[in-house]
T-cell receptor, first 113, second 116 residues
Framework: ELKVEQNPLFLSMQEGKNYTIYCNYS?????LYWYRQDPGKSLESLFV?????AVKQEGRLMASLDTKARLSTLHITAAVHDLSATYFC?????????????FGTGTLLAVQP | DVKVTQSSRYLVKRTGEKVFLECVQD?????MFWYRQDPGLGLRLIYF???????EKGDIPEGYSVSREKKERFSLILESASTNQTSMYLC???????????????FGSGTRLTVV
């Protein structure tokens, strides 16, 4: 059974600082997703990572995937207050028609001025 | 703009009531999912469906059932609501595996259910 562990659960950081959120998954997965959720809102897709060594960047966020280590990271560069949100990683498993996403517990990011 | 629509944003129900949560997508997606979201637990999969009338249990199906009579609609049913089913419920959909292109999952805006 696939388990997805995310850490830290809570991250308070100052504006301008860098930090990394880690996402480990326990069995083989063919895709890794990162989502953002603002309070009271639904999930917004950030990145989809397909292969070992994949790296994607959007603004101050960069996601990478190491399938051998079963590890994905979400790196935040020079944080700004607007990045405050909860971030989830999710790994896709399943074969044939029955694919599904298994989520981590989420990381609540609070960027302080 | 593609959409997953959940019929209710907030619901308050009494213990023992039968509760229906509705989800409709307009993207002709084959696969649909129901998750519940609780603080500190992330999103947990309740049920999913990969075709009309087909369903699969997720990680926490107890106390729930689902119905998919039409491709665009996936309903979550709480047969007899209990207070421990108070939660945020999120519906999602995606294309079938193997479909060309990145198969992103689109989420609805959620239904916050309170069982009293």
């Amino acid at each position: 059974e696939l388990k997805v562990e995310q850490n830290p659960l809570f991250l308070s950081m100052q504006e301008g600082k860098n930090y990394t959120i880690y996402c480990n998954y326990s069995t083989t997965s063919d895709r890794l997703y990162w989502y953002r959720q603002d309070p009271g809102k639904s999930l917004e897709s950030l990145f989809v990572l397909l292969s070992n060594g994949a790296v994607k960047q959007e603004g101050r966020l960069m996601a990478s995937l190491d399938t051998k280590a079963r590890l994905s990271t979400l790196h935040i560069t020079a944080a700004v207050h607007d990045l405050s949100a909860t971030y989830f990683c999710a790994a896709r498993i399943g074969g044939g028609a029955t694919n599904k996403l298994i989520f981590g517990t989420g990381t609540l990011l609070a960027v302080q001025p | 703009d593609v959409k997953v629509t959940q019929s209710s944003r907030y619901l308050v129900k009494r213990t023992g009531e039968k509760v229906f949560l509705e989800c409709v997508q307009d993207m002709d997606h084959e696969n649909m999912f129901w998750y519940r979201q609780d603080p500190g637990l992330g999103l947990r999969l309740i049920y999913f469906s990969y075709d009309v009338k087909m369903k699969e249990k997720g990680d926490i199906p107890e106390g729930y059932s689902v119905s998919r009579e039409k491709k665009e609609r996936f309903s979550l049913i709480l047969e007899s609501a209990s207070t421990n089913q108070t939660s945020m419920y999120l519906c999602a959909s995606t294309v079938a595996p193997g479909t060309p292109g990145l198969s992103g999952y689109t989420f609805g805006s959620g239904t916050r259910l309170t069982v009293v």
